[in-house]
């Protein structure tokens, strides 16, 4: 079971809910930095993870320069 999703250098709440696909994630509007982005995803440990698959709704806007 996961308990939170996070993404580092964000302090908003990142909407996500598993599925029998696996754990999906809505990305915020601005990006927390120029080259990587790490989702901190907290789980039950005494339970097998079921679908280990996941996807990433709303991929990150390019800013206009």
Not at 1 to 28: A, F, Q, Y
Request: proline residues 8%; positive net charge.
């Amino acid at each position: 079971e996961i308990k939170s999703v996070k993404m580092l250098g964000i302090d908003e709440v990142l909407p996500w809910k598993m599925t029998k696909e696996g754990l999906n994630i809505k990305t915020p509007t601005r990006k927390p930095c120029e080259h990587a982005y790490v989702f901190k995803i907290k789980r039950d440990v005494t339970e097998k993870l079921k679908a280990p698959v996941i996807k990433i709704q709303q991929p990150f806007q390019r800013e206009s320069k």
